[in-house]
């Protein structure tokens, strides 16, 4: 069996550590932060490009989804299913980047909060979490642009990869080298946050969960690590912040 996989695996993964290692996190192994993005970037991307093309109705966490090409979907990241698990949304309950609108459905369907609105900068994106409001009788609305009222409780999912957008398809994932986009929308969200309101975000090993929690500090709030889940390429958390 070793001997096998010895022929198998290249050179620089030979010898009984490497093979502990990259079996228990294989995204040691796929090279540097940035390399590791633009693989993630092009796996979004090929995924958004392909399987609109042949599937556009989806099932998740027992809601049905029209996801149509050019909005992000749930299905092909962890993202939003480790937000939607730590999710307690209370009192007004604002979303922030609402894409399919599948966390603000979840929300508006499971929980009793006053009102559930959320905002996307594609107008493909808010038609279509209209069209599944609707679908799964969920009592949520959704704009387009960024998020306007004040709020007891905010979601965002953010563009979190530190590459470029190179087009709006990239602009579902890519929070540019700088972060620009996704320090943009927290300083945004935590602005239109109540004092002891929570704003639920995440972010991923490729952000910097340190990075991220610093920039939540900067915009009042108290950050904590709330879950945390591997994929190959990174790790993705959930981090919830409490402004005082
Ligand atoms: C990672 S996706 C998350 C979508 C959805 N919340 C989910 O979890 O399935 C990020 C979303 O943010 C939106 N977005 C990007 N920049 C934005 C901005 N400046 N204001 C509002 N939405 C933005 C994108 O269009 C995309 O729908």
């Known amino acids: 069996m070793c001997t096998k996989l010895k022929i198998d695996l290249p050179v620089c993964l030979r010898g009984s550590n490497h093979y502990v290692k990259v079996f228990r996190d294989p995204s040691k192994f796929i ?7 633009e693989i993630a970037r092009w796996l979004l991307r090929i995924t958004h490009k392909v399987v609109p093309r042949v599937r556009t109705c989806f099932k998740f966490c027992d809601m049905s989804l029209y996801i149509p090409y050019s909005v992000f979907n749930p299905v092909f990241t962890c993202s939003t299913g480790l937000l939607i698990k730590n999710l307690d949304p209370r009192g007004v309950v604002v979303e922030a980047g609402s894409g399919s609108g599948v966390i603000s459905i979840y929300a508006a369907l499971n929980f009793n909060p006053e009102m559930v609105l959320g905002y996307d900068i594609n107008p493909v994106a808010v038609a279509a979490s209209r069209l599944n409001a609707k679908m799964n009788n969920a009592n949520a609305n959704f704009r387009l642009g960024s998020p306007r009222i004040k709020a007891d409780y905010i979601i965002v999912n953010p563009p979190y990869l530190p590459v470029e957008p190179l087009d709006d398809l990239d602009l579902n994932w890519c929070g540019g080298s700088d972060l620009r986009i996704l320090r943009k929308m927290l300083k945004h969200a935590s602005k239109l946050l109540r004092y002891g309101g ?3 975000t995440t972010t991923s ?5 340190d990075f991220t929690a610093s920039i939540m500090r900067r915009c009042g709030l108290d950050p904590e690590v709330s879950d945390s889940r591997p994929t190959p390429l990174d790790r993705v958390y959930v981090i919830r912040g409490i402004k005082f």
């Open 31 to 37: 090279g540097s932060v940035v390399k590791r993005a």
């Open 198 to 200: 929570e704003l639920l």
């Open 205 to 209: 090993s490729l952000t910097g969960v």
